[in-house]
């Protein structure tokens, strides 16, 4: 049956976007997971890939074009179906007939009108429903990672609701509108399909609970009902529930500023309320939340306050994990919910090792120039070069040595990259992510250190943007500094290749004739036998060791 596919939300403030470059015809076979079209939103052009599988009917928008998120993209269905009727029921009839397979059910009109007329009948004047965004071009459901308001609290446009997980990252989700703070339909942890109802904002006092229970009836939010003494509540919030004044700003970091500190920028279940980044920033720097001032809204730690905060240090170890050991003799379990990145990277994986046909290539690299050059690089001011970083030039430089490396398979054709973005794998808590340094090969040393580093930072705050974590042509990953000797990594889609990095060993080699101590690291690169065969991945390995070791062919 033919179904609608409408313009897609790819960005928390999209509301129009613009057809870059369509990547499939009409005619052409679709499969789950193809991708459609590039897709220009308000942030970056980001692809659109299909969650039906079929032929591409029609398209409703030509490359250049600008239309509303939600507006009719195109038509995939049965081969020579007739879809007119689609077409000729306008807005309203076209995407009803998509009511469950469409690409984005609540994008299409009566499905929308389904979860949210009821509540728009029952809705007052003031009162805006805010539903879970989605914030990602794969994210089918989200779920509140922590709430930055609470039920009483003023919002203006521009605050801070609340930070969603993803399948990506998780990502914060301002308000686009003002009012009072009503009611909230997810709790922090609770996880809720796109759409689902969030909360309700709107005219202090407003009695909310009929615009709850519409919502629900829709197939809204995921638990409303349990929620609903919390908006009969939230009719005459309570002054005394407002957030904490904003703290003062930090001057000395003493034991009484601390002191005072924890009060201000605890929530009401006793958790520090810090930005992600400033939490990642913290655990860099050894420095304890909770002897630190936060200047952000309602007392929240941000960024700076890390940054000016010189004073108290921890030295402590690290808190114990939150999974607890067995008692003896006792066989005993403890789940842990799978989180949206760690289920989106097993599809990935999935994917990976289902249709590409996988060969690996391994090098011992002679790393003792490397090691020499690096020191004296690092000897000038404000520069800071890691032996990653020295791999990762070396694969953008042979990647224009070696194109075949830097391709894609497609079933009609392989695809031949002229540009040049590296990948670069980063272990997270809850995963792997691969942040991208775009157009790796025009940068040098110093200003792929500097990205990497940023990149880093914002993969382990959650903090990667979509764009940043897209349009990556080949992958590096590094475990050598987990004292990983050599290993085989997965290969990145639709990347052709990806190399291992292993850690710098102390090993014997010979050297003009004599048996010395040498410092030794290991290259894996495991190939896509489809777009690579056997010795083109032997010369691009080989053009990287001669880079690597003779790293002043890198610094032109």
């Not at 309320?273 to 952000?296: H, Q």
């Not at 690579?532 to 610094?555: C, H, R, S, W």
Request: one cysteine or more; hydrophobic letters at 40%; a negative charge.
């Amino acid at each position: 049956m033919a179904q609608i596919i409408t313009m897609p939300r790819l960005s928390d403030t999209m509301t129009e976007g613009v057809v870059a470059k369509w990547l499939k015809a009409v005619g052409d076979k679709i499969e789950e997971g193809d991708i459609l079209a590039e897709i220009e939103t308000d942030k970056a052009t980001m692809e659109f890939e299909s969650f039906n599988e079929g032929y591409l009917l029609h398209i409703g928008l030509q490359e250049g074009e600008t239309a509303p998120v939600d507006s009719l993209l195109a038509i995939i269905g049965d081969e020579g179906e007739d879809f007119s009727a689609l077409l000729s029921g306008d807005a309203a009839a076209a995407p009803a007939a998509d009511a469950e397979p469409a690409t984005e059910a609540p994008a299409a009109e009566e499905p929308k009108a389904e979860v949210a007329a009821p509540a728009a009948a029952a809705i007052p004047e003031g009162i805006t429903v805010v539903t879970m965004p989605r914030l990602s071009d794969t994210m089918t459901d989200g779920t509140v990672a922590t709430w930055l308001k609470k039920v009483g609290d003023e919002v203006s446009e521009g605050d801070i609701l609340a930070e969603i997980e993803t399948d990506k990252a998780t990502m914060e989700f301002e308000s686009f509108n003002e009012g009072t703070l009503l009611y909230i339909g997810l709790e922090e942890g609770q996880t809720a399909p796109v759409d689902s109802l969030l909360a309700v904002i709107g005219d202090a006092g407003t009695d909310v609970s009929g615009v709850v229970s519409s919502f629900q009836i829709g197939g809204g939010s995921n638990e409303p009902a349990a929620e609903e003494p919390k908006a009969e509540a939230a009719a005459t919030p309570a002054p005394a529930e407002k957030a904490a004044p904003v703290a003062p700003k930090q001057a000395t970091g003493s034991t009484a500023s601390a002191t005072r500190t924890v009060s201000n920028i605890k929530s009401e279940n006793g958790r520090i309320v810090a930005s992600p980044l400033a939490k990642a920033l913290a655990e860099e720097k050894g420095i304890n939340l909770a002897k630190v001032v936060g200047t952000g809204e309602g007392g929240r730690i941000v960024k700076t306050d890390i940054e000016n905060f010189t004073d108290v240090v921890i030295s402590e170890a690290p808190a114990a994990s939150s999974v607890a050991a067995a008692p003896v003799g006792e066989v005993s379990q403890t789940e842990v919910k799978n989180s949206q990145m760690r289920k989106a990277i097993v599809r990935a994986l999935d994917n990976s090792q289902t249709t590409a046909v996988n060969f690996t290539i391994g090098m011992d690299i002679n790393m003792d120039n490397a090691i020499a050059s690096r020191k004296e690089i690092n000897s000038l001011p404000d520069t800071k070069v890691s032996f990653n970083d020295l791999v990762v030039k070396a694969c953008a430089m042979a990647l224009k040595s070696h194109p075949q490396i830097n391709t894609q398979w497609t079933d009609e054709q392989t695809i031949y990259n002229n540009h040049i973005s590296i990948g670069v794998a980063v272990a997270i808590e809850d995963g792997l992510v691969v942040p991208v340094i775009p157009f790796t090969d025009t940068k040098s040393l110093t200003q792929i250190g500097a990205e990497v580093k940023d990149l880093a930072i914002k993969a382990k705050t959650k903090k990667l943007t979509p764009a940043e974590m897209s349009g990556s042509t080949f992958t590096v990953s590094n475990l050598g500094m987990f004292g990983v000797d050599n290993f085989t990594s997965i290969i990145n889609q639709p990347n052709s290749a990806i190399l291992s990095v292993g850690g710098i060993k102390q090993k014997p080699v010979v050297k003009d004739g004599a048996i010395v101590v040498g410092n030794i690291m290991n290259l894996t690169l495991a190939c896509d036998h489809r777009t690579i065969d056997g010795a083109v991945g032997a010369a691009f390995m080989n053009t990287v060791k001669q880079y690597i070791e003779n790293p002043v062919t890198m610094l032109a």
